[in-house]
């Protein structure tokens, strides 16, 4: 009798769970006046959200006709539904070089105090609009990005979903900080690695600690004049990309140099980060091997304006110049373009900074807007999860008021933000 009882209860409160459940599911319509989807822009399209995936996309005409009792809708007049916003290149672990250089951050602040930085940098990112990033480097704070990367995932912390490179690899000499004493042994910004056993233990030891992507150093400013120079060998970074492939993971490439480029680019990474000094030959190269560029344009404009150039007034510097006059070879060449910002060199929250100076530098809005979302998906091998508008896609969006593939600067004017069907900001 008493077993038949509680029986009786558990199914009652099993039932009671279910239906629970059933309540807690709610259909969320969205209504802009447009849809920009990754890839193109749709009028009077709207979004069906149930859960934290996409249930549905279209006109709103045909959505209207089977919404159920229980949909809640959410208009937005003159908004823009665009894609969680996808940031390319980041460094949570840094914050702006005007405000502590990057050998101080790296030698004197505390793990503890740059992991508190790195929680609010996580938030204002997300809160931006950007719902994924990608960390190319914890930059001297070890393997913490790991950590933070679950606290986001465990819902500790509110941040974007990260793809994290760790520690990244540099070859032994070549990385900074630098000037110091050759008796003292001082701390790095990344991990060194040379040759055959050390370069395949440091990336499996990279991996098993929780990176999703291996970061080289293709190049870096160690040459005799302290000019940029290539630093691993290119049998070096074949062994690399293939140590990490047979883990399922990609190598991405820090270089600038054409030298360095074309040995990541030989090497088999999947993106360039910066490529300041590319020659046709080059961007020839990544076209044919399907190699990403991420042409980091903030990065360098933010750090010209930290050596004193008054931005707008005057002619540009040398330096940028040179880079408006190669990102429109770029363009022009069919290399693909990611967008990332190199976040962290300037300030977090700002991320919108690069998709901006994409089309100031020559990128029409909608693929700048593109670059931010399906390209990168593409790039970072998330296109089954988010940077599109898409059916069966995580409810990763962003409204903002206006029309951002006229007007970029629209994408600062944020309306909502939602990630995994979660809204994060409601404006
Ligand atoms: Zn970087």
Redesign the pocket.
């Known amino acids: 009798m008493k077993t038949t009882i509680r029986v009786k209860l558990s199914v009652l409160l099993m039932l009671l769970i279910w239906v629970n459940t059933l309540h807690g599911q709610t259909t969320i319509y969205l209504k802009p006046a447009r849809v920009f989807d990754g890839e193109k822009i749709y009028e009077n399209y709207g979004v069906l959200v149930k859960d934290n995936k996409i249930e549905r996309v279209g006109a709103q005409a045909d959505i209207e006709k089977s919404l159920g009792k229980d949909t809640k809708t959410i208009v937005y007049k003159n908004g823009t539904l665009l894609p969680g916003l996808i940031e390319g290149?980041?460094?949570l672990f840094l914050h702006p070089y005007n405000e502590t250089p990057w050998d101080d951050q790296v030698l004197k602040e505390a793990r503890s105090y740059r992991t508190a930085r790195a929680v609010t940098h996580a938030e204002r990112t997300l809160k931006a609009g950007f719902t994924t990033a990608r960390d190319?480097?914890t930059?001297g704070a070890e393997f913490d990005d790991v950590g933070l990367k679950r606290a986001i995932n465990e819902g500790i912390i509110p941040g974007p979903r990260l793809l994290i490179a760790t520690k990244a690899l540099v070859a032994t000499g070549s990385y900074a900080p630098k000037g110091f004493s050759s008796e003292i042994d001082v701390p790095q910004g990344a991990e060194e690695a040379d040759g055959h056993d050390d370069l395949i233990k440091k990336v499996r030891n990279q991996i098993g600690k929780g990176a999703d992507l291996i970061k080289i150093y293709a190049d870096y400013r160690w040459g005799l004049r302290g000019e940029a120079a290539p630093t691993f060998s290119l049998d070096e970074i074949k062994l690399i990309v293939e140590t990490a492939k047979s883990a399922g993971r990609p190598t991405v490439a820090?270089a600038s140099t054409a030298e360095g480029m074309r040995r990541a680019i030989m090497g088999g990474v999947e993106t360039i980060?910066?490529g300041d000094n590319g020659t046709p030959e080059i961007w020839k190269l990544m076209v044919e091997k399907n190699v990403y560029l991420c042409p980091?344009l903030a990065?360098g404009d933010a750090i010209m304006q930290y050596r004193g150039w008054a931005k707008g007034s005057g002619p540009d510097p040398d330096r940028i110049q040179k880079k408006k006059e190669a990102f429109k070879e770029i363009l022009a060449s069919g290399v693909k373009i990611c967008m990332g910002g190199?976040v962290?060199?300037f300030a977090h929250g700002d991320n919108a900074r690069e998709i901006e100076m994409l089309v100031e530098y020559g990128m029409k809005p909608i693929d700048a807007l593109k670059a931010a979302t399906s390209t990168n998906a593409d790039a970072f091998h998330l296109e089954k999860q988010v940077g599109r508008i898409k059916t069966g896609l995580l409810a990763d969006i962003l409204v903002v008021k206006g029309n951002p593939t006229e007007n970029i600067k629209a994408i600062r004017d944020i309306r909502l933000v939602m990630k995994d069907g979660k809204t994060i900001v409601e404006k």
């Open positions: 290149h980041t460094h190319l480097g930059e820090h980060e910066h980091t990065a190199d962290g060199v």
